[in-house]
């Protein structure tokens, strides 16, 4: 676009872009870049000198080395069933027509974005040794002691990963699913190639990347997952982040918590260059003129592949249903009887010793720091979703990626790098709300860029021009002919970014002190003290909280352009 | 729309803060049991009648998190806590970082009814309350007497798998006191092979206490390492005995707490005062029955559900504290790598 316009005009775009770029480099720097430097830095130095010896220590110790090793190994486990659970539930929604399938497709995306540790909620509450499923089995069969143990275990680990990124698998599969031509696998089938050979050499070629990229994504987040093994595993299963966060927040030991940082964000980086290396893949699909054929799924005839499809919905059913009705449920059961005395208790104003602080204070927080984060994500992901669309700057791609870092750092990780790069002297944010809000900027900037790039890029350029033609300042045209058409878009993005922050735990306890709790952290204590109707009451709100958010986006995507940024 | 809200939220922040200060504040970090079950609420009471402050307890995690989390302060930027509660095996670390401010029987009458075996600080800063011992408790519904364990050494009995829930030593006072027992049962060669063989019994190891006592009570396990003051506790408020202490071959281990004050205070007087009403008899007497302890004030009388029912092990232990103080950091590093990182 900046191609067409005069060259006065381009050489004020220049300068205006310039100047606010300059601005957001060094924000970022700031923030982000210089602690995360000062981080590594750490991990890198001893008695003041550059030194291999923490790293050293890290990759010669048998306990580290473990807990690298079981970062990995969990989440190529998550990886490998959340493929096997997501991808029947892919073709079901691709090849089958049902009541409800429009609203089952959009709340795929729910448990994902679902705060890890209401997760670990339901998990306990419905799975656990008092939980419903063994209370059941203990009553049916009399049994006197739970039968089923899959709580603080890998298996229970793992399985929680796959309760929130099996729905991902299925949605980003179907979403490519939908996209292959028929015509290609009906010449095949013209040609006289069965069923099973079709889907081998046709439909699993073409859908290769979306399966990779929803692997490298579930992979991703399960190597870096917080919330949920520290709760499910307890402590002796610890992942990397877990063991960063008792190295910093437990032994104080900030050379080692550094060290391990920096392993870390190296395995990290690699395995998103490896996803977005295959997200890149994309864009060899095939978008037909015709869409695939479907099949009403439920009719009156049976069949082995109905059998089948049927008992995969009921155990889907139960167990994405189970834990979340069960928060459901109990918060709003106390002592047997229906009661809406656990959401009075979130409201309260009186101190609970759990939390630190009263109830209704963590909830004010997590607003306070969910706006700030947002007012700070917003103006600065739009700017590098502008610039990474219309820039023509030599290393662009190189740059984009640096500007998108943060999605390839670990959420304890930024949360330490807050605390030991700004925390002290000269900003001395250490113990205040801002510092986690910063953290949660950095978290959710990313993520503003991916809703809003593709806005962007579905602009036409010509509907400025039309309004400069007529006369239009710059600023009028930005104000009256793109804000209108992108607000939709910034909406969606602003609610996404509010919506992460609002559910983030791990940075968070990585920054808060007593007082400074969020609702993610006040569930966490609450269900530590088994105080199950209050934390239940809490998770109760930020379901509803990020499930509206989440669904508004959805709808928003829709209206607007194209946004698929999950 | 975010910038009304936000307007909005930090006015209502602004007011409750306001609305909040005012007065002189002392400000107490303890652990979560003290507040939640403790004396917490009457001392506050009290002490607020008494002296024109607004006394405030913070309870962040158990013990050992809540020590991590001062240091931590008052490497960055300063703590706001006076006074500060921990277990006695602390003592060793509170002394490396010179964190408490020597007292006397002048500054604090009461101490002087505090018996000396019991004064464990060589540098006199750490003020014991209570004492206690950790041993087992057990919930009788799921295991009969007949069933416990006789020994240490019978939990890595199979028909065990998966009862067993204790704290983390890295960050629960309860569970370095047990890894202690351990250490001080089977010796500094031995006590590695005990944890690697209870591990199919231990069914998870929570970060607290109070985690742990949640799971006995809401049925999630039926044994944990805990007081020996829990039947008392159940006999004095539950009108049952279903969980019970007892004290396998005997042994328990001896948990002392104290308080003592954090030299960097402004307040040192009102914080010896306040001191010196937690160990006066009033408030001392209601330790048994709230924080499940028995007093340090040897004038406070014992309730008699603890003539009954309190579990004292024939053979208490308890390590040299300068031993603790050197080899802490070993043990818990080689637990860390036995247990964890199997």
Known sequence: MAARLGAGDRGQVKRGGFILFVGLLAFLGLVFYHPLFRVLQRGLTEGGKWSFSPLGTILTDGYYLHIIVFSLKQAIMSTLLSLGIGLPGAYLLTRYSFPGKTAIRSLTVIPFVLPAIVVALGFILFFGNSGWVNQWLMSLFHLSNPPLHILYSLTGIVLAHVFYNAPIVTRVVNAAWEGIDPEIDEAASSLGAGGIRRFVGITLPLLSPALLSSAALVFIFSFLSFPIVLTLGGARYATIEVGIYTLVRTLLDYRLGSALILVETALSLSFTYLYLKAEGGFAVLTQGSRRLVVYPLFVRKASIGRVFIVVYIVIISVFFLGPISSVLVDSLRVAGRWSCESYRQIFALSYNPFLGVSPLRTVLNSLFIGGIATAISLPVGTLIAMFAVRSRLPGRRLIEAILMAPLAVSSVAIGFAVLYGLGGAPLHLSGTLIAIALAHAILTYPFVVRVIRPVLEGLDPSLVEAARSLGASRNRAFFEVILPLIGPGMLAAAVFAFALSIGEMTATIMLMRPGLGTMPVAVYSLLSARQFGAASAMGMILIVVTAVAFLAIDRLGKRGTKCQSL | ?342
């Open chain 2, 1 to 342: 729309m975010f910038n009304k809200l936000t307007v909005l939220f930090v006015v209502v922040l602004l007011a409750t803060v306001v609305i909040g200060t005012g007065k002189e504040r002392l400000v107490v970090y303890t652990y979560d049991s003290f507040v939640s079950w403790g004396p917490a609420a009457a001392l506050e009471e009290v002490f607020e009648s008494q002296h024109d402050c607004d006394l405030q307890f913070i309870a962040a995690g158990g013990a050992k998190t809540t020590l991590s989390r001062l240091l931590a302060e008052r490497d960055a930027s300063g703590t706001k806590a006076d006074l500060f509660m921990a277990e006695v095996n602390e003592v060793p670390r509170i002394m490396n970082y010179d964190l408490f401010l020597p007292v006397t029987k002048e500054d604090i009458p009461n101490l002087a009814l505090v018996p000396e075996e019991l004064l464990l600080d060589p540098g006199g800063g750490f003020v014991p309350y209570e004492y206690g011992y950790i041993t087992l408790t057990y919930d009788s519904q799921v295991l009969t007497e007949d069933e416990l364990p006789r020994s240490l050494d019978q939990l890595s009995d199979p028909r065990y798998a998966r009862m067993l829930v204790c704290e983390d030593p890295r960050t629960s006072s309860t569970g370095f006191s047990f890894l202690l027992w351990t250490i001080a049962r089977f010796g500094e060669e031995g006590y590695l092979d005990f944890w690697q063989a209870i591990d199919p019994t231990i069914l998870t190891i929570t970060s607290g206490w109070s985690e742990a006592w949640a799971m006995l009570s809401h049925g999630e396990a039926p044994l944990i390492v805990s007081f020996s003051s829990d039947t008392a506790y159940g006999a004095m408020y539950e009108d049952s005995i279903r969980y019970r202490a007892f004290a396998p071959g005997g042994q328990g281990y001896r948990t002392v707490y104290g308080i003592g004050i954090v030299k960097e205070t402004t307040k040192p007087e009102l914080a010896k005062a306040f001191i010196d009403l937690l160990l006066s008899i009033e408030i001392q007497e209601q330790l048994p029955g709230t924080e499940i302890m028995i007093p340090a004030n040897s004038h406070a009388q014992l309730p008699p559900e603890y003539d009954e029912y309190l579990v004292i092990p024939e053979d208490p232990l308890m390590l040299p504290l300068d031993l603790v103080g050197e080899r802490m950091e070993r043990w818990l590093h080689d637990w860390e790598r036995a247990i964890v990182a199997k």
